[in-house]
């Protein structure tokens, strides 16, 4: 009983402590780690993974899951593309387009797997397939490139030396952390997912609720899949495929539980920046992709084992 | 590789209502158009790729020109489901049939069926391992070799370079990597300091570039991606970097983005791989296939290097 | 002098530094039944949990048949003969009676020592279960898939399994709290014929009535220590309840003193198909209404309709004179209703969450600032809920996993308190909560009900049911038979329209 009260223990902090141990063992292992420059990279570079992490984040919590996080990265990315040509609009309509873009996707989400009672993991394998196709058709099949400079600047600038995706990364996650903590529907998050017929008896509106996550979960991945048409400087149809997985990889990692109830945003960002970490740290030491993989497979089993002791208890 | 058996039922009961409904509707266009207007079936890579959509469009006009029915159908990567299109081409009775193959092995079983139903195929782009009626193409190995040799001027034999792979394993990436490591044998002053696959694309490649230039710094002199997409991925990291100057970037295909960086001096080279003339020579060979008229075995379609020089014609 | 079989002596166990148990002592003759007394947290779980192998103890000594069992797991108990029935029964519903029973030992039955024994004989595991619940005098289909099963049939199940282990001890921990009074009957009938054939029967339960109807010797623990031994015969309720909670509870149930208010709420008509019809009754403001009725009789599906869980077919529900519909809970929580769920666990409380975030989960929209929840509130009013209602935890951020089946129950009503309905249905309020803590439970229902909230009580226990109730509506499969005053009712009385 105290080996396994232990083992809770560092189920709750061990990724914290497998993050920094990790770290320390990269910034041994090659001097070019540990500088600025490289950490600023790997930071505009789990940027977008982390966005899709916190939407997903909420998701999992309710109970739910979300398969169509990519394709909302390119529906939202080609749309935003589509108004962001140089002279045409102000940078603001191509923001809008794009994040509107991912809030109706995000809330179509939400309204099927509420009003069919379909499991969400169906229905958002199923949107997953219609984003792509429609990213396809909107682009018809082709990058929408020639972006305006202004549109540019918000993957690739620069604010007093912090690339302007960490700046966003950043507010993102204050504001994830203020809604899961310390608001009434962040609380309404936990109910739902913790148990949801109890939730619904104490009366929360389950529905609100899920329709909510979704449409939250939209608007990350829209505003990922800015930040990934901005920084490659088009709008690629094809974007995006796959990051689903990196995003629930993270926010699991992150330790929350696919079984809904817990997970913190805190958790969430430290799982994307340790996989942003880990293939940022095999390309400085020339690993190939293929190591890269089966490392990232591992980390994802471990997190989950951790996990679940920390919950064998009683 | 495990398919189970209630797939090919599944496939077989589709083709063989596929063809009937095919039959019919032959009969009913023979009375009316005295039966002679060729149909080809086309299956091809990825309609997601831009060059293979070029290419398909090329093919579209070509045929509509010839006055032949073109069928394209996508085989969004799987060598599973082309192989399965080929077979329902087979049984629609098609006069022709052009493949952009999937992968050199796992796509060559639909060569085998065409070539057994007697019907003419033709591997458009890339190769199968079994021997088609004709191959309409350019030789990978060859766009690579135009590459280097051109990264070897430029860096007067000397330098350090990295090269950035397609997706492991398949024709291109193998194809364009032996034609490098030629050229890189040819030179032993040209240093390879890494290489890493950047999957194709372009935000894979920009992450790649940016933690190389993290490792080696003003130590890189050139570098040679498989494709444009990551050529352009690799460009806005040195940008990003401030090293764009100091370094060579060439990359393949020539797609419409690539060309405008060329063009702004971003880009240094490109290889030109003509989708336009790959197209429209498959379906000619596919018609004079067809017709068992004469028709060359090989046709391979040069590639060209595409610089600020000669940027122009090809932006259209 | 009849032999024992289990022998435990000065058995201890502590839990991060907490004594779980206490230098504890216990002896199970060859078949008797003995019954384990004790509140939540006195030490019976732990106890058990050693005694099949599920927990190492501390110190002490177990012998069962001569041999000690300190050491052993799970699977030695078994195969040496100790079985346990579990509250939540153990069972894969897509399997039938007859493959649950041998479930794990199909190697056995196949007939084959060979490498094919892995061969399924579902004709050998079939014969088997028909003579095993032959023998056993209970009527289930061996054949029938377990999820289609009623829980007390589940539970028959359970006992065969143990049976065909050759068990020489079952532990059955709280066999009756789910299940008929006729099937109750029939469970009793089963243990002593199990008694008849030498095998001990160690018996948990918080049902006095039942503890003294079926066990031959009782033994109480209380706050992890042992407390004693003694005879069945030798005891009775009132003193057996005075070594559980180790003080004298004179007045079970509190006096009935507050004055009949207004009209709260009137039910006219209700019905919900296949399940009640025909439903009419009124409470009024600091009244009690009991719900009496066998298992089934649609009590709690009344309570759902009205707590707007699930549709009503037809009838008017009016609160205070005024017609309202509830489709939802939310709707009925804002319409002033409240209710406490028979089944805590799946609708009571959130359990990954804290003391405080379930107590206030209902009434969040008097703890928030715009979005923002007001933590400030919060705190006070979960402070004032454990306060009045003694909830029993380390701090209000103490998950309510880690509470006992009365403490957790008392956070359920908090939760419902702090929504202020006007009309509260508490459905089993009692369930799976120990004498002590029931009267306490008892005690703030009629405290509610003073101060003007109409409140209807479902529940099973008939001796509650009379004890609290100023009036009582019995149900007899989903028709209203009675309502009876309190003067009038009697248990005999509510039998004979529980039946009716």
């Known amino acids: ?314 | 590789m495990t398919i189970n058996p209630m797939k090919y039922i599944l496939i077989a009961a589709l083709c063989i209502t596929m063809a009937s409904c095919n039959q019919s509707q032959k009969s009913e266009n023979g009375e009316k158009d005295s039966g002679k207007k060729l149909v080809v079936g086309a299956t091809m890579l990825s309609m997601q790729n831009e060059f293979i959509v070029n290419v398909s469009d090329e093919m579209e006009a070509k045929a509509k020109e010839l006055g032949v029915e073109l069928i394209t159908v996508d085989a969004e990567r799987s060598a599973l489901k082309q192989v399965e299109q080929v077979e329902s081409f087979i049984a629609q009775g098609v006069d022709a049939i052009i493949m952009n193959p999937c992968e050199v092995e796992a796509s060559s079983p639909a060569v085998k069926l065409a070539m057994d139903a007697n019907i003419p195929i033709i591997n458009v782009n890339s190769e199968t391992s079994a021997k088609p009626t004709a191959f309409v193409g350019s030789d990978d190995t060859e766009s690579a070799r135009i590459a280097m040799k051109y990264l070897a001027e430029k860096l007067g034999g000397k330098g350090n370079v990295l090269i950035m792979h397609g997706f492991m394993g398949q024709a291109a990436q193998i194809k364009r990597d032996n034609g490098a490591k030629e050229i890189l044998k040819a030179n032993p002053g040209m240093k390879l300091l890494a290489e890493q696959t950047g999957e194709w694309d372009r935000a894979k490649a920009m992450s790649l570039m940016e933690n190389w230039i993290q490792s080696y710094g003003s130590k890189i002199n050139a570098v040679f991606a498989h494709n444009d997409e990551m050529g352009m991925g690799a460009v806005k990291a040195l940008e990003a970097a401030g090293l764009k100057d100091k370094v060579i970037v060439v990359s393949v295909d020539a797609i419409p983005d690539a060309l405008q960086s060329v063009k702004i001096g971003a880009l240094n080279a490109t290889i030109f791989q003509n989708a336009q003339e790959q197209g429209g020579k498959a379906i000619e060979t596919a018609v004079k296939a067809a017709k068992k008229g004469a028709f060359e075995k090989q046709v391979l379609i040069p590639f060209q290097l595409v610089t600020k020089k000669n940027v122009e014609q090809f932006l259209k | 002098m009849i032999e024992s079989i289990l022998k435990v002596s000065n058995l201890s166990k502590s839990f991060s530094g907490v004594k779980a148990l206490d230098n504890v002592h216990f002896e199970l003759k060859r078949g008797e039944v003995h019954a384990l007394m004790g509140e939540n947290g006195a030490g019976k779980s732990t106890f058990m949990k050693i005694l099949i192998g599920l927990l190492a103890p501390d110190s002490g000594e177990i012998s069962f048949e001569g041999t000690d069992l300190r050491n052993s797991n799970v699977s030695d108990t078994l195969k040496r003969g100790i079985s346990m029935i579990h509250q939540e029964i153990l069972i894969i519903p897509e399997l039938t009676v007859a493959q649950n029973i041998f479930l794990g030992r199909e190697k056995e039955l196949s007939g084959r020592k060979d490498w094919t024994s892995g061969w399924l004989n579902d004709t050998a595991i079939d014969k088997k279960a028909a003579v095993l619940l032959e023998e056993m005098g209970v009527n289930i289909d061996r054949k029938a898939k377990m999820k289609h099963l009623s829980v007390a049939q589940m539970q028959m199940v359970e006992i065969a399994k143990a049976i065909s282990n050759d068990a020489k001890v079952i532990i059955m921990d709280e066999p009756t709290s789910a299940i008929s009074d006729k099937e109750v009957d029939t469970l009793f009938k089963i243990i002593k014929d199990l008694r008849a054939k030498g095998v001990s029967i160690i018996y948990i339960s918080h049902k006095m009535d039942e503890i003294f109807e079926i066990s031959d010797t009782i033994t109480v623990l209380r706050d992890g220590q042992y407390i004693a031994t003694k005879s069945a015969v030798e005891l009775d309720k009132p003193s057996l309840i005075a070594m559980m909670v180790g003080r004298e509870i004179d007045h079970m149930f509190p006096e009935s003193n507050s004055a009949k208010g207004d009209l709260a709420l009137s039910i006219n008509g209700l019905c919900r198909k296949g399940q009640f019809s025909d439903i009419n009754f009124e409470v009024h403001a600091g009244e009690i209404l009991g719900f009496a009725g066998l298992m089934g009789a649609g009590r709690t599906e009344i309570a759902r309709v009205i707590f707007g869980l699930d549709k009503l077919d037809g009838g008017e529900i009016r609160i205070k004179n005024k017609s309202v519909i509830n489709k939802t809970p939310r709707e009925a929580i804002e319409n002033g209703i409240g209710y406490v769920s028979e089944d805590r666990k799946g609708l009571g409380f959130i359990p990954g969450m804290s003391v405080k975030d379930n107590t206030t989960l209902a009434s969040m929209n008097r703890h928030r600032k715009g979005i923002f929840i007001d933590q400030t509130s919060e705190r006070i009013s979960t402070e004032q809920m454990i306060d009045d209602l003694r909830i029993k935890t380390a701090d209000m951020d103490q998950k309510v996993t880690y509470l006992s089946g009365g403490n957790q129950q008392k956070v359920v009503i908090g939760k419902v308190l702090l929504a202020a309905p006007e009309i509260i249905i508490l459905d089993e309020p009692t369930r799976g909560v120990d004498v002590g803590a029931k009267f306490e439970i008892y005690k703030l229902i009629r405290n509610l009900a003073d101060k003007g909230i109409a409140i209807i009580m479902i529940s099973s226990e008939l001796s509650e049911i009379l004890g609290m109730s100023d009036r009582i509506l019995v149900l007899s499969k989903g028709k209203q038979t009675a309502i009876l005053s309190r003067a009038e009712a009697t248990q005999e009385l509510i039998m004979k329209y529980a039946v009716a």
């Open chain 1, 1 to 314: 009983m105290d080996r396994s009260f232990q083992l809770k223990r560092f189920g709750q902090y061990g990724i914290f402590l497998a993050f920094a141990l990790i770290c320390l063992a990269l910034a041994l292992s090659t001097p070019r780690f540990f500088t600025l420059p490289n950490l600023l990279i790997i930071g505009t570079q789990v940027s977008i993974n982390a966005l899709l992490a916190f939407g997903v984040t909420f998701v999992i919590i309710t109970g739910g899951i979300d398969l169509s996080l990519g394709s909302m990265v390119a529906v939202a990315g080609v749309t935003a593309a589509m108004f962001a040509h140089p002279d045409t609009y102000p940078l603001l309509v191509p923001l809008f387009a794009g994040l509107g873009a991912g809030v109706f996707f995000g809330a179509f989400n939400g309204f099927v797997i509420t009003k069919s009672k379909v499991p969400p993991f169906i229905v958002t394998l199923g949107t997953m397939t219609i984003g792509r196709g429609l990213a396809l058709i909107l682009s018809k099949g082709r990058p929408i490139s020639n972006l305006s400079d202004s549109f540019n600047f918000i993957g690739g600038g620069n604010v007093f030396g912090v690339p302007f995706p960490i700046i966003i990364l950043i507010i993102a996650f204050i504001i994830c952390s203020i809604i899961l903590n310390k608001t009434v529907l962040g609380r309404y998050m936990y109910a739902v997912g913790g148990n949801e017929p109890a939730a619904r008896a104490s009366g929360i509106s389950v529905t609100n609720v899920k329709m909510w996550v979704y449409t939250l979960c939209g608007l990350l991945s829209a505003v990922g899949g800015i930040l990934l048409t901005s920084r490659i400087t088009t709008g690629q149809p094809n974007a995006g495929a796959g990051f689903e997985l990196d995003a629930i990889a993270a926010a699991i990692i992150g330790g929350t539980s696919t079984s809904g109830g817990t997970g913190t945003m805190t958790g969430t960002l430290i799982g994307a920046l340790l996989i942003g970490v880990i293939s940022n740290s095999l390309d400085l030491l020339n690993v190939t992709s293929y190591y890269q993989q089966v490392v990232m497979g591992i980390i994802i089993i471990g997190a989950v084992v951790l996990d679940s002791m920390g919950k064998k208890d009683r």
